[in-house]
Nanobody, 124 residues
Framework: QVQLVESGGGLVQAGGSLRLTCTAS????????MGWLRQAPGKERESVAA?????????YADDFVDGRFTISRDNAKNTMYLQMNSLKPEDSAVYYC????????????????WGQGTQVTVSS
């Protein structure tokens, strides 16, 4: 089983950028399809993006296809990243990384192992 820890969140002004990092410990990080999800106050957890095992195929939820967010991974370092540019106040949320269990990655219920989350706050 893999353990996940997110980092890189913080407070940023609208239009700014942040790079989130998900660090995995345990075995066989490269076995897992990975994803980033987020949850804003009063809202359901939603999928942002996913990446295949090798990192050469990425997927973005419909609300994130505008190119502001980029998911990537480095299996040699057991890490996954989410580069977030042109941030908006509505991007404020707790961001989670997770391993895909079974089902559609666009559903948060399909993810199995989760980190504790990192808070992103975008001020206007």
């Amino acid at each position: 089983q893999v353990q996940l820890v997110e980092s890189g969140g913080g407070l940023v002004q609208a239009g700014g950028s942040l790079r989130l990092t998900c660090t995995a410990s345990g075995r066989n990080f490269g076995w897992y399809i990975m994803g980033w999800l987020r949850q804003a106050p009063g809202k359901e957890r939603e999928s942002v993006a996913a990446i295949n095992r090798s990192g050469d195929t990425t997927y973005y939820a419909d609300d994130f296809v505008d190119g502001r967010f980029t998911i990537s991974r480095d299996n040699a370092k057991n890490t996954m990243y989410l580069q977030m540019n042109s941030l908006k106040p509505e991007d404020s949320a707790v961001y989670y990384c997770a391993t895909l269990g079974s089902g559609d990655w666009r559903s948060a219920a399909a993810f199995k192992s989760w980190g504790q989350g990192t808070q992103v706050t975008v001020s206007s």
